[in-house]
């Protein structure tokens, strides 16, 4: 009830202040008819005639405001079907005007995997929008899935990929409608979500990574232009026991040629989870291939691949 008196506003006040102007000019044409003419008409008349010009384009303007959520609302009906931000021309122009913003303050925190995202081709303020398939979970209810746009940080782009857990605030009111908190996001990660590769590389353990494939993440780059490629690496730690690790990665240019399958790079792994894993490109030298140079037995009796823990790193 409270959210739809705030929607409309604008119409409630121009009701107000053009009853307030009738009544006003009705008092005033009255006093001027009577006889003798009250000495007030005057100065009633003129103010009510002055308050039901602004009550009336008060008015105009809350039925306008009204209509047009009408038209988003059924403009954005197939988007929201499932839950999440209008679509269209109307879903654009909200996220452009500041979309689900509100909650940061307002909303209930809860926590989202990502289940998969797209790149929607727009950017607003040099940033790409996003649309991310969640997996809601909230304290104390069950976990819902719900189709969500927002603009992406240029500086975690290549940072957040499917599979990152998220810190999200809710609309009480209707839960499938929230704004991913990127601050938190950014500056405290944990277990399961993202940390800088140059924070891992500044304290993780040593590592060699040997690139096993690549995979596509829709041409995002890094904050610097580098292109961010997918990797899935076997990782050899200080324990000799390899294991793969999905990530996406900053690539510099000339070290491009270190992205075939088969070549060795020099790694770091984070202490505090180990399938978070950066390339140390400044200690690696371009260098053809080498597919045998794998130790595959020593894979196959001390950690399979089929039995390898499996998982993603998000990584700037």
């Not at 008349?45 to 008060?58: A, K, R, V």
């Amino acid at each position: 009830m409270r959210d739809a008196v705030k929607r409309s506003i604008l119409l409630l006040t121009g009701i107000a202040v053009e009853t307030v102007g009738a009544v006003a000019t009705a008092a005033g044409v009255a006093g001027m008819v009577s006889w003798p003419p009250t000495a007030w008409s005057g100065w009633a008349f003129g103010l009510g005639m002055t308050l039901m010009i602004p009550g009336f384009f008060l008015i105009f303007a809350g039925l306008w405001n009204q209509a047009l959520r009408g038209v988003m609302s059924g403009a954005g009906a197939e988007s929201t079907a499932g839950g999440g931000s209008p679509g269209g021309i109307f879903g654009l122009i909200k996220d452009m005007t500041g979309g689900n913003t509100d909650l940061l303050t307002g909303g209930v925190p809860a926590s989202a995997v990502i289940l998969a995202m797209r790149d929607t081709g727009v950017t607003i303020n040099d940033q790409p929008m996003v649309v991310f398939d969640l997996e809601v979970r909230r304290e104390g209810a069950d976990a819902y899935r719900v189709s969500h746009r927002e603009p992406l940080p240029r500086l975690l782009v290549g940072a957040v990929l499917p599979g990152a857990h998220l810190p999200v605030r809710l609309d009480p009111a209707d839960p499938a409608r929230l704004t991913i908190d990127w601050q938190r996001a950014a500056s405290h990660p944990t277990p399961g979500e993202r940390v800088s590769a140059a924070d891992i590389l500044a304290r993780g353990v040593p590592a060699t990574a040997t690139v096993l494939a690549t995979f596509s993440t829709n041409g995002m780059t890094a904050d610097n232009g580098d292109p961010v490629i997918g990797l899935v690496l076997l990782v050899t730690g200080p324990d000799a026991r390899p294991y793969e690790v999905r990530l996406a990665h900053r690539v510099p240019p000339h070290h491009l040629p270190l992205t075939t399958p088969g070549t060795r790079v020099p790694a770091r792994i984070a202490p505090e989870d180990p399938q978070k894993v950066a390339i140390d490109w400044d200690a690696a030298v371009p260098t053809p291939r080498t597919p045998d140079r794998r130790p595959r037995a020593a894979v196959s009796r001390h950690h399979p691949l089929g039995a390898a823990p499996r998982g993603r790193s998000w990584l700037a």
